[in-house]
């Protein structure tokens, strides 16, 4: 990264510095088995891992989203990490982008928070997505908390409606994207290629009331983007908004590790284009390397998104652009969870169709 920064202003992180189950492995493999030990361990980890990317990218602000490793518990971010965590998330990495009251205020309630580290023509939202998935539980073994969860839609409203209001562009960062469970998804399909139900990664009634707040300032975001899926992947949530999802660092879901550098347009503040540089674990360089420009790759000129809508068009029925999309997927790592012929249908459908059944009537009727 600290070779490719470039001119870059920012740095972007969609979430997880941590590995999954740190905390109960901690608990298995050391001689300190309290949750109080497992927990300072994770704190001090997490620490170590702020300072990595601190030291790589010099003194550029690092607009983070919280993910589900993010966490004590397993899946999170619980409460205290959170509490015990926001003045090192700060301090480390916005460098002075928010006020740090305000920063404080709403990622410790709930791990999301606004900033605005290009100045004022730009404030990038930060959202706690894993909130909103049903794999989250409380501690009574109640499902999500509703009421934090629509606090949280409610500032987003909010802060969407303040940007819009002051002329500002929006980028937008979170960890679980909307939509399908792609992966999980393609496991259920049948030798015919049909699917009985598919995985959905939020409550769909929480991804109902985020497209509605969506819907009602178009044209204010600029850039969406996601991760937690490993994979070099995109969503359409609504016709204006297309959301990237980076490639993840970690190969544990048999992808090869890589990352993306985006180009903007000055003015709009919106994608152009994007180059993603990968880890061949197969050869074991040196180095990260070049792997592909999406503008060179696909033959598309223009704004990002309006070329990502574009592909999904012609993904159906064009082979030779499906081949590259299916290729680049796992960011070169192609041979452990290929996509076949007969999943192919899952992960078309989960660029463009947001809801479950949708999705399953897209995939049961492809041809």
């Not at 891992?49 to 690092?62: D, E, F, K, M, T």
């Not at 409460?79 to 301090?91: D, M, P, R, T």
């Not at 309630?109 to 794999?135: K, R």
């Not at 041979?335 to 076949?340: C, E, G, L, Y």
């Amino acid at each position: 990264i600290k070779q490719n920064l470039g001119t870059s202003p920012a740095v972007l992180y969609t979430g997880d510095f941590l590995g999954h189950g740190l905390g109960q492995l901690y608990s298995v493999y050391s001689v300190n088995k309290t949750a109080a030990e497992a927990s300072a361990f994770v704190d001090k980890t997490l620490a170590f891992v702020l300072q990595q990317i601190r030291s790589a990218v010099g003194s550029l602000p690092v607009l983070f989203a919280v993910g589900n490793c993010d966490s004590y518990t397993g899946y999170g971010p619980d409460s205290s990490f959170l509490a015990n965590n926001a003045e090192q998330l700060y301090s480390t990495l916005l460098s002075g982008a928010t006020d740090k009251q305000a920063f404080l205020n709403t990622f410790t309630s709930g791990g999301y928070y606004s900033a605005q580290p290009l100045g004022s023509d730009l404030m990038v939202i930060s959202l706690n997505t894993i909130s909103f998935s049903p794999l989250v539980q409380n501690p009574d073994g109640s499902e999500n908390d509703e009421a934090a969860v629509g606090a949280e839609l409610s500032w987003l409203d909010a802060q969407l409606a303040l940007a819009q209001s002051a002329g500002q562009k929006v980028w937008l960062l979170m960890h679980a994207p909307p939509g399908a469970d792609e992966g999980t998804t393609a496991k259920s399909v049948t030798v015919d290629g049909h699917v009985a139900s598919a995985t959905m990664m939020w409550e769909a009634n929480y991804q109902a009331t985020f497209m509605q707040i969506l819907a009602k300032h178009p044209g204010v975001i600029a850039l969406t983007l996601a991760g937690h899926t490993h994979m070099d992947e995109y969503r359409i949530v609504l016709p204006n908004t297309v959301l990237e999802i980076t490639p993840g660092i970690s190969p544990c879901f048999a992808n090869d590790p890589a990352y993306k550098v985006f180009t903007f347009d000055p003015g709009t503040l919106a994608p152009l284009d994007f180059s993603s540089l990968n880890y061949d674990l197969a050869s074991m360089p040196a180095q990260f390397n070049s792997y592909y420009t999406f503008s060179e790759a696909y033959s598309m000129q223009g704004s990002l998104p309006a070329s990502l809508a574009e592909l999904y068009s012609e993904l159906a029925s064009n082979s030779a652009l499906q081949a590259l999309y299916r290729g680049y997927y796992y960011s070169g790592n192609n041979s452990a969870n290929p996509i076949t012929n007969t999943n192919w249908p899952v992960y078309l459908s989960g660029i463009g169709t947001m809801w479950e059944q949708d999705l399953v009537n897209a995939v049961n009727s492809y041809s």
